[in-house]
């Protein structure tokens, strides 16, 4: 039954979004990372990504992308993707799920609508970058 199954809580699993110059665009860019602020390794992590919104009154989304990590350590970051200046003004989804303990964990992270910026900025757990955080 439904109220059997256990559905543990995602802790101390975060995402940022963090502002790296790109040399392939000559600009500062936003890149995704999944922070693993836990003391244990996070096992085959997959994260779907995607984007959706409306711009000039136009209903906009993105492809649905796909990332795979089969570990990611203890206290560390692993970057996940590039936030192209054009997908900034949509949602950005980012559904992730991982193993930990031998439990799977699911969590959805959505960075809202123009809410990736230089005022949005934070310190970043295991790291001494800044940038937005969503826990």
Not at 14 to 25: C, T, Y
Not at 79 to 98: D, G, M, P, R, S
Not at 122 to 133: K, M, W
């Amino acid at each position: 039954m439904k109220k059997d199954i256990e559905v543990p809580k995602s802790e101390n699993v975060f995402l940022a979004a963090i502002a790296e110059w790109n040399d392939d665009f000559q600009e500062e860019s936003w890149y995704v990372h999944l922070v693993n602020n836990t003391d244990k390794d996070l096992e085959m992590v997959l994260v779907v990504s995607r984007a959706y919104g409306i711009i000039n009154n136009e209903q906009r989304k993105t492809g649905t992308f796909r990332h795979a990590f089969k570990e990611v350590p203890a206290k560390s970051t692993v970057k996940i993707e590039l936030l192209e200046n054009n997908v900034l003004q949509l949602n950005n989804e980012f559904a992730v799920t991982y193993f930990l303990d031998n439990k799977m964990f699911e969590k959805t992270f959505v960075f809202k609508t123009n809410t990736v910026n230089k005022m949005a900025l934070s310190d970043i757990p295991t790291t001494t970058l800044r940038g937005v955080l969503l826990k």
